[in-house]
Each structure stands twice: as C-alpha cells, then as structure tokens.
C-alpha cells in the first residue's frame, strides 16, 4: 500500500508539474494575475465552492444508504471522511480505482465483512455508471451540431469501447483459468460478494434508485461547479453550453490512464474552456479549477487519510 501511495504521488507531482509550467509558460507569462482574480464575480465563485460541497453530500448519501441496507452503520461526518479520502486515493491512481481502494479500506474499518464491503464498494461503482450511460445519447443529440464537438466525442467514446473490450477479455480469461488461478477460499469469497449484490438488487431496490438518483446529482453538482467557476470569470458565458461541453472531459478524466487524470484534466482544459474564455483568463481558470474541483478536496482526504492511518497503526490494527 505504501508503495502504491508513493508511486502514484511521484507520478502525480511528476505530470502536474510539467502541465503547470505548461500552462504558466504559454498562458500566464504575460499576464497580471492579480487583476484577473480581482475582476471575478464571486457570487459564482461562492457558487463553484458550494456545488464541490454539494458534490461529496450526495457522494456521502449514495455510499451512506448502500451501507446502512447491508447493516454497516456510520456518521454521516465519517461519510464526508470517506468522500474526501476517496478523491486522495482516486487522485493517486489511474481511472480513480484507488476512490474504490480507499472505500473498502474504510468501510472495513466498521466492522464490515470483506464480501459485503465489497458488494457496497462495486454497487457504489454502478450507480455511477448510470450518469454516463444517461449522457450518452445527450452527448450524441447536441454534438451532432457540432463538429469540434463531434470529435472530441468521438475519440473518447472510442477509447471507452476500447478499455470496456480489454476489461471483458480479461474477464474472460480470468473465467477460463479460474480454478487454477483462485483458491477455495476465495472463491467463498466470491459467491459470497454475488449474493450480497444479488440480495441487495432484489430485497432493496427503492435504496439502490436512490443512491443511483445521488450519483447522477453528484456529477451534475461537479459540472456546475465549472460552470458557475466559468461564470464567474465571464458572467455572460451559457451555462448550458458549459455543462455539455464538460461531459467529454470528465468522461476523459475518469478513464484516463494518468494519476487523478493529472495532465488530461488540465490540457483537456485548456482545449474546452478556450471557446469561453480569452487566453488571459484561460490559463488561470484552467488551474482554479483543477484545484477547486480536484486537488482540494484530495489535500483535505489526504490529511485526513494521515491521520486514521496514523490513529489504526498507533492501535495496532
């Protein structure tokens, strides 16, 4: 675990740096940083704040009613904790797997048995799914005006097509070498996590439309966090342009290859902002953002993260 922690920092620190001083060379050189954060409305800019806020209460909700239908109870503080660590762990790792790390790490922490913490992190996960597939046919419908868009479109929905193939054959080949590659054991394990998925799905569906309802508002409270961050640097900017034209980055984001998608997140930026925004400004909203809408909340998890750690080794667990 540590290594994974370390690694993954060094690759983050490593790519964010070089896009920072990108983005400083190329678009803040020339610019007067104080005067453009002094032109900011910050009605919007209180706005971008409060919808990150929004963003892990209803990141809290979904995890917290999927938890308490299969008995682990907790706070609600402690599902804020759980919320802000998740975005630590998904900014040290690829395609925010290590979000999903972080949650059986912490729900383990309440008593919860391995299989059932496990079908609480994977229900949590096709929740989420739900938004993506629902902005699909948005994205189609409106891209088809757009032919910028079109593409953007089009190359990350081929590059999904193309990891959602690796992940089905690897699937596969687990499926066929499964009673040579897994024990006994862990095959209990395994049925054991099925049928609390199964049981779940079947004897709560009321809890798993709502944590589905809270994972689609959560990712349309990150959107207007942009949105209303973009606002606030041009008060006339449509909100509703704004919101479609995010969809394509964050579907880049989530499944990028790099740590928290550090790099794409903020080239990808630079290449769907610059139609809002003139190169003075751009450089600077690209970096608020990052920061409002990433690396806060992962610095806040961090902390956080140091000290339950700290406080589980100190009692030896």
Known sequence: MKRLILSGLFLLVLILSFSLLYIVKNYLSDVKLMEVLKDLDYLYLFLSFL????????DNLRLFIIAKELGIRYSLLYGYIIS???????????????????????????????????GIVTLKTITGSFFFLLAVPFLIFFG????????EFLKVFLSSLLLL??????MALLKRNYKSLISVSLRRRVKAYLLVMFFFLRK????????????????????????????????KTDLLKVLRDQVILLYAIFISPTPGGSGVGEFGGLVVFRKFLTLE?????????????????????????????????????
Not at 51 to 58: A, I, K, P, R
Not at 94 to 109: C, I, V
């Open 51 to 58: 919808f990150m806020f929004l963003y892990h209460t209803f």
């Open 84 to 118: 802000l660590i998740n975005t630590f762990g998904a900014t040290l790792t690829p395609a925010h797997l290590g979000g999903e790390l972080s949650s059986l790490y912490l729900l383990s922490r309440k008593r919860g048995r391995f299989h059932k913490v496990m």
């Open 144 to 151: 088809l005006r757009d032919e910028t868009f079109k593409e």
């Open 165 to 170: 193939f690796l992940s089905l054959a690897l």
């Open 204 to 235: 709560h569906p009321k809890a798993f439309l709502g944590a589905t309802l809270f994972s689609i508002l959560l990712y349309f409270s990150f959107l207007l966090s942009g949105g209303f961050l973009l606002k606030s640097f041009s008060p």
């Open 281 to 317: 400004k751009l450089g600077v909203f690209v970096i608020l953002w990052r920061f409002i809408t990433q690396y806060l909340s992962s610095l806040f998890g961090a902390f956080f993260f140091l000290l339950i750690l700290l406080r589980d080794l100190f009692k030896g667990k």
